[in-house]
């Protein structure tokens, strides 16, 4: 009995640090627009995440008659990969790369007003290279590209949630 007290009190007690730390789980995205666009349609690895994360709230660029217009439009203005050596053997040989993403975009009224400048996110990882495990680290590279991407659109989602108003800002 006494047991069963101690481990409640100390569950208690650690939900009441929690609270008094200001922690909370991430919750969904509260947005200042009802529905978006997101351009380039179609290309870009960030740009389909981003439109498969946002949903229903994706409205066609250009809309057919009875369609809503987008409130906003998301330009995903340039993606880019680079892959360099860090690291190199005495013999030459690679043992170390850099993945680099950086995803370049703005935020806009479709009457063009912008909402957020042009502005850069970047993601960078370094990994390890091994020519005995040459399959193993084309998939751990793949994985840390996806990882990259999901954290981009992550930051994206979060920066274009700090927009409070669909007018612009002075």
Request: contains cysteine.
């Amino acid at each position: 009995m006494a047991r069963t007290a101690r481990t409640m009190l100390g569950g208690l007690l650690a939900a009441t640090l929690l609270a008094g730390c200001g922690f909370h789980l991430r919750s969904s995205q509260n947005f200042a627009f009802e529905t978006v666009a997101v351009t380039p349609e179609n290309s870009g690895a960030v740009a389909t995440e981003m439109t498969r994360y946002l949903g229903s709230a994706i409205r066609p660029l250009a809309p057919k008659a009875g369609e809503q217009a987008p409130q906003v439009i998301i330009d995903i203005l340039e993606e880019q990969r680079l892959k360099n050596v860090v690291s190199t053997s005495a013999s030459g040989q690679v043992r170390e790369f850099q993945l680099r993403m950086n995803v370049r975009f703005r935020m806009r009224t479709p009457q063009g007003a912008e909402l957020i400048a042009p502005t850069v996110i970047t993601q960078t990882r370094d990994i390890s290279f091994n020519e005995s495990a040459v399959l193993a680290k084309e998939a751990e590279e793949t994985l840390l590209w996806r990882d990259m991407q999901s954290d981009v659109v992550q930051q994206l989602l979060r920066r274009i949630a700090s927009v409070k108003s669909l007018s612009p800002s002075p």
